[in-house]
């Protein structure tokens, strides 16, 4: 009698594992490309340094086109070749000290 028992309980769990039909349909889509929204124009923000110091009065833009100058013009390398720039204000001297790309050095009267 005990394996009509074990039986029944079979039974019953496969009543409950019904299934049921599938209804969901399936979804077309499309593939599309996505473009990027195009850029609102972004303003930049514009700064200028000035060194002002016993009335004389020099700006970090006349520095830096100086520095720019010397290396292209005094001496004969490219602008493109230009990596870094350090600037170095004494004004207690009136000069700027310059390095270029870790390696060139020179200075400049202000």
Known sequence: ??????????VQ???????TKDTTKAIETRAGVLKDAPE?????????VYLQYMGSECSTE???SR???IWTKELGRKAEEM?????????????????????TTGKIAL
């Open 1 to 10: 009698m005990k394996k009509n028992s074990r039986t029944s309980h079979n």
């Open 13 to 19: 769990a496969q009543k409950t594992l019904a299934t």
């Open 40 to 48: 609102a124009p972004k303003s930049e923000l514009k700064t200028a």
């Open 62 to 64: 006349e520095i830096l």
């Open 67 to 69: 520095v720019k100058q």
């Open 83 to 103: 990596k870094s720039i350090n600037v170095y204000l004494k004004p207690e001297e009136l000069a700027a000290y310059y390095v270029i790309n870790g390696e």
